[in-house]
């Protein structure tokens, strides 16, 4: 589905990013791990550029409008599937057959309040289902997500993690929980200092060597994962 060889990304002079080759097949669930600052962001954003418009994207941005309620920003993910006129139509007379689809959308990831209610009046938590309930309300295929249960406690995370992962073929998430990595997805991706220093399916690693490798890229420091490991368990 997407095939990326020699890419590299700068930022003020600084290389963020630093791939020889990466792909990626249709129907796969791929988490990507690693520190803070190790170019997972980098690469889900510029995965997401490569794909538009069969992805979408669930940002730790989240780009939400403060003075627009929950169902506003919600249905901003299906502008695309409408002209001009019907949307601002919508803007001032919401019309009830999209106020019930996207209140689906918000009982499903068990948001607690009204799609009326403003946004700036949300807490974190809440905040982070309403940009997650946007991406889900474009109906793609494919779904991308950096760190979209970050602001949530675990148990909440592996409920909402299990319903996107239902509702779409190919999903590309970072993440921080090497539990809810290794239980939920197909693959893991780590990420250190811009590099890809491992490239498992988890069906070929235990859970031991897992979090071995996941330390590894989670600590500020530099990576030892030894050569020919790392060359056995890429793909």
């Known amino acids: 589905m997407l095939a990326i060889e020699n890419l590299i990304v700068e930022f003020d002079g600084k290389i963020a990013l630093n791939l020889d080759r990466l792909a990626i097949k249709e129907g796969e ?3 990507v791990v690693g520190r803070s600052g190790s170019g997972k962001s980098t690469l889900i954003h510029h995965i997401y550029e490569l794909m538009r418009p069969q992805a979408a994207l669930c940002s730790q941005r989240q780009g939400l409008v403060e003075n627009l309620s929950v169902f506003h920003n919600i249905f901003m993910g299906g502008l695309q599937r409408h002209n001009w006129l019907y949307n601002l139509v919508n803007l001032a007379y919401p019309l009830q057959k999209n106020r019930h689809a996207i209140t689906l959308i918000t009982n499903d990831l068990e948001l607690d309040c009204t799609i009326n209610q403003t946004v700036i009046h949300l807490s ?3 905040r982070q289902r309403v940009a997650l309930a946007r991406s889900l309300y474009q109906y793609q295929d494919v779904f991308i997500g950096d760190e979209p249960f970050s602001a949530l406690d675990p148990a909440m995370g592996r409920r ?3 319903h996107v992962l239902q509702q779409h073929k190919t999903v590309i998430m970072v993440l921080h929980d090497s539990n809810m990595a290794l239980e939920y997805f197909d693959r893991v991706i780590g990420l250190h200092d811009g590099n890809k220093v491992f490239d498992a399916y988890c ?3 235990n ?3 897992f979090q071995d490798l996941y ?5 500020d420091k530099k990576d030892t994962t030894p050569a020919p490991f790392a060359n056995s368990v890429s793909r």
């Open 29 to 31: 669930k791929i988490a």
């Open 124 to 126: 974190g938590g809440q």
């Open 160 to 162: 909402l993690l299990g």
């Open 203 to 205: 069906k070929d690693i």
């Open 207 to 209: 859970s031991n060597i």
């Open 215 to 219: 330390q590894q890229v989670s600590q």
